[in-house]
């Protein structure tokens, strides 16, 4: 192939990685919210609800319940609750990270009981 | 520590949030686009012998480091001491594969992260080989002479390895059992070092080695090329643009097409086991394979990935015949077919870089606190990076989509003009290789938009 079609073939991909570019992070504009979640873990083995799902830099604050003592975690970000049974136990963080599903787990038997989504 | 969830793949979880739908339409609209404007520019190309010519720049600076021993006795070195080290963690190491060195370094570092390095750089499994190091280091005390010849065998015998460790790896279930992984570099360990002894060095590498095979199709794809004299010594050394290698002259045959498709079958696959349609069709089947517990599970996948495995190769040869029908000239099917074949590397590298993407830049990183206790048997080796924490800085979900869909579209037109190139060597004129080219597009179309349907609907749980 000539140098001129080389050229050629070059522009058409920058031209779309950089409208690729601008779609993905031209747009993102959105003012970060303060999002809290009330969470109730229940045996270490469910969680209601399950999946949550906040936008990337927003203020994020978890409120854990659960009926039994344990160490609920939440990967990705690896902040662990250290819950008791019936108190309410919180953490606050901002989702720097986007991405996940960030799995949060039951820390002793490995057991998912959701996930966290932060979309970008 | 970053802990690992769920290991249904190889090992570890991916944070791979799908592709929105606007993305991937932009991102198929622009693989449809470029292919066009490609076969516009290709009118009027070269044909015959001259296509295949491509453009390389001597590299006479390279010449003195390809000739020294020294790069495959240190790359020999660290190829011997990850092997031992996947060997000796896997055996005495913690049976929790997230703390366990072993699983890090076969299928974070070696098996998604050295054939996307090879891809980029050339074929590095040719100075980390450990058993090829074991073998010539042996050879400079004892004499080994090949004590059978090995049959005509083509590389069928690689295929059959490479199948089985895409296995034991998408479909056995216990990829994520350190001790199993490293059983299993025991007996390949011993069965390569076997075969080297029986059948000679070079013929077991070249032929039943799978990863001496996979890495030396992969390293085509890099942008170092060697030439070597009379005596085998490296004369001279070249620098390519990427992929062009692929279309350097070759050992062809039906053994060759079925491990480049067996490449991009397992690829696939990995990424078909976290799709909507995989969990459809391993739910329709659960009362077959529910009763039969683990081995169930072992069945129904190995089966998908059998099915996938000749459906690509079916699919494969269709489009050939294809080829050559619109070509309108007499050649050889199975000469024709691989020298095809290797025109689709290039796809599925770049899925494979994109696939592995975020999974290499994160978990890789995990490996580095396991350093102060590698066998978790309470050491303080490396106290300085017990809390290490990965960084993300390259692996938010913005910049792995937009990662993807570049290599993904430089993958499908270094694809799409190696296979127009090929299509001139066989079909002689400029007529006849434009139209032998159709067919082959709507291949590499096809496949690529399948990459991109398949990234933009995976999920960590399955992934």
């Known amino acids: ?120 | 520590m970053l802990d690992l969830g769920i290991f249904l793949h190889g090992f570890g979880p991916r944070y791979d949030l799908p592709a929105p739908l606007f993305f991937y339409i932009f991102a198929a609209g622009g693989v449809v686009v470029i292919s066009f404007v490609l076969v516009i520019l290709f009118v009027g190309d070269q044909v015959g012998a001259k296509a295949l010519q491509y453009p390389r720049r001597a590299a006479p600076l390279l010449l003195p480091v390809a000739r020294s021993p020294w790069p495959r006795a240190l790359g020999g070195t660290i190829g011997l001491l990850g092997l031992l080290a996947v060997i000796v963690s896997g055996l005495f190491g913690s049976s929790n594969p997230a703390v366990n060195p072993a699983e890090y370094l076969t299928w974070i570092y070696f098996w998604a992260g050295l054939v996307i390095l090879s891809g980029l750089v050339g074929n590095l499994w040719y100075l980390l080989n450990p058993w090829a190091a074991v073998y010539d280091f042996a050879t400079r005390f004892v004499r080994l002479g090949p004590v059978w010849k090995l049959p005509n065998v083509g590389v069928w015998p690689a295929s059959a390895f490479y199948f089985s460790f895409a296995c034991l790896e998408l479909t056995s279930g216990v990829a994520n059992q350190p001790h199993v992984v490293a059983i299993a570099a025991i007996a390949y360990s011993a069965v390569t070092l076997v075969g080297m002894i029986l059948f000679g060095r070079d013929e077991w590498l070249e032929n039943c080695e799978a990863f001496t095979v996979l890495f030396g199709i992969v390293g085509r794809f890099g942008p170092i090329e060697s030439e070597r004299d009379d005596r085998g010594a490296v004369s001279a050394v070249y620098v390519r643009p990427w992929g062009v290698g692929l279309l350097k002259p070759a050992p062809s045959g039906w053994n060759r097409v079925f491990f480049v498709i067996l490449m991009l079958s397992t690829l696939a696959f990995d990424g078909i086991l976290g799709t909507p349609a995989w969990q459809d069709f391993n739910i329709t089947l659960e009362p077959i394979w529910l009763p039969m517990g683990q081995f169930g599970f072992f069945l129904v996948k190995t089966t998908g990935l059998i099915l996938v495995t000749f459906g690509f190769l079916l699919v494969f040869i269709a489009f050939i015949e294809a080829v050559i029908f619109f070509g309108n000239r007499k050649v050889d099917l199975a000469t024709t077919a691989t020298g095809f074949a290797y025109t689709l590397v290039p796809i599925a590298l770049v899925y494979n870089m994109a696939h592995n993407y975020s999974y290499v830049m994160v978990q890789s990183q995990v490996l580095i606190p396991l350093l102060n206790d590698p066998l978790q048997k309470g050491w303080h080796l490396w106290p300085a990076v017990v809390g290490l924490q990965p960084s993300f800085a390259l692996a938010q979900a913005s910049t792995i989509w937009f990662a993807q869909i570049v290599l993904i579209v430089i993958g499908h037109v270094i694809a799409v003009y190696l296979s127009h190139l090929r299509a001139g060597e066989r079909f002689r004129t400029a007529q006849k290789a434009l139209l032998s080219q159709y067919p082959m597009l709507v291949l590499m179309v096809t496949y690529t938009m399948t990459s991109l349907l398949i990234l933009a609907q995976q999920t960590t749980k399955t992934g």
């Open chain 1, 1 to 120: 192939m000539s140098r001129s079609r080389i050229f050629i073939v070059a522009i058409v991909i920058v031209v779309f990685a950089a409208v690729g570019a601008y779609l993905l992070f031209g747009n993102n504009r959105r003012t970060p919210q303060n999002v809290p979640f009330d969470v109730t873990v229940t045996d270490g083995k469910t969680m209601q609800p399950s999946e949550l799902k906040v936008n990337q830099n927003d203020t994020v604050t978890i409120n854990i319940t659960s009926n039994m003592d344990g160490e609920v975690h939440l990967h990705g970000y690896d902040i662990a609750f250290d819950t008791k049974a019936g108190q309410v136990v919180s953490h606050t963080f901002e989702a720097t990270i986007s991405g996940g599903p960030f799995d949060i787990e039951w820390e002793s038997t490995s057991a998912h009981l959701g996930d966290l989504i932060v979309n970008p």
